[in-house]
């Protein structure tokens, strides 16, 4: 049985335009969708490591859904007109039995580079730590230059004993400091 996650708000301005950063809901599926799909090609591969124009049903709604506390997942809305559009999300994903955690970002293409991603995984880590979440992994491209930095930034290192040499493994303790 999914439990719901908590209803998380905050409402903070990144380049001069107010942001919502919350919790994602069951009734998101319609501005993920959109989210995804606005990515450009190389922001989904960047993202989900392989060539995808948009999300299956079956992922939307695990996406939509997490299953809390070991699933996490917090997106960042701006007003457009009298709707919303997502412009960011961050994900983590318990590993069973463990205290680590999977973690992703994808921030859309227009917004990379503001201070999205590093706002979201910041509140993610937060939120993680409370739920008994001591580790967080990445999987990263090599070629995703924004990401590996905003991974040193955050303190991310890389893993030793990797075992795909296609991808970069990072690791960082939830409860270190990030220069926040």
Do not use: C
Not at 17 to 37: G, K, L, Q
Not at 63 to 88: C, K, V
């Amino acid at each position: 049985m999914r439990t719901e996650p908590p209803d998380y708000r905050e409402q903070v301005e990144l380049d001069g335009t107010p942001v919502t950063i919350r919790s994602m809901r069951p009734s998101d599926r319609d501005i993920e969708d959109r989210f995804v799909r606005d990515l450009s090609p190389d922001s989904r591969y960047l993202r989900f490591h392989f060539a995808l124009k948009q999300l299956t049903p079956a992922m939307l709604e695990r996406f939509t859904n997490p299953d809390y506390p070991s699933e996490m997942a917090l997106i960042a809305t701006i007003a457009d007109g009298d709707a919303e559009r997502q412009i960011g999300v961050a994900r983590y994903v318990r590993t069973p039995g463990s205290d680590r955690a999977e973690v992703a970002v994808a921030v859309a293409d227009d917004w990379q580079g503001k201070g999205v991603g590093g706002r979201l995984l910041r509140r993610l880590r937060d939120i993680a730590g409370q739920n008994g979440v001591r580790h967080f992994e990445a999987t990263v491209l090599p070629h995703n230059r924004r990401m590996l930095a905003l991974a040193r930034e955050l303190g991310f290192t890389r893993l030793t004993g990797q075992h795909d040499v296609r991808t970069v493994e990072l690791g960082k303790d939830v409860e270190d400091a990030d220069g926040e």
